[in-house]
Nanobody
Framework: QVQLVESGGGLVQAGGSLRLACAASGRTFSVYAMGWFRQAPGKEREFVAAINWSGSSKFYTDSAKGRFTISRDNAKNMVYLQMNNLKPEDTAVYYC???????????????????WGQGTQVTVSS
């Protein structure tokens, strides 16, 4: 059974940093792209960042570029999201997910992902 567990969320002031972590188990993690999404109250879940299986390619939504960095450690079955210069509009529940496979290469589309963690709350105060 595939399990994803996010951690690292919390309350931080604007301009601060957080590092989210996602621990994966139950699947050959290293062959799949991974993504981070977020969902704010009353809004749809939206793409934040993705990383291909090897870590050689990374993708970001425009609002995350220059502030967030996605990385992975296949030996540990972990994926990370370093978030710097956080803004109040970054407040949301953050989720990690596993991409379905090579045919789903639009990494910004949540349809291409399967298995989701329970999420971790990030709250940025102004």
């Amino acid at each position: 059974q595939v399990q994803l567990v996010e951690s690292g969320g919390g309350l931080v002031q604007a301009g601060g940093s957080l590092r989210l972590a996602c621990a994966a188990s139950g699947r050959t993690f290293s062959v799949y792209a991974m993504g981070w999404f977020r969902q704010a109250p009353g809004k749809e879940r939206e793409f934040v960042a993705a990383i291909n299986w090897s870590g050689s390619s990374k993708f970001y939504t425009d609002s995350a570029k220059g502030r967030f960095t996605i990385s992975r450690d296949n030996a540990k079955n972990m994926v990370y999201l370093q978030m710097n210069n956080l803004k109040p509009e970054d407040t949301a529940v953050y989720y990690c997910s596993i991409n379905r496979g090579p045919a789903y290469n639009d990494y910004a589309d949540k349809v291409g992902y399967v298995y989701w963690g329970q999420g971790t709350q990030v709250t940025v105060s102004s």
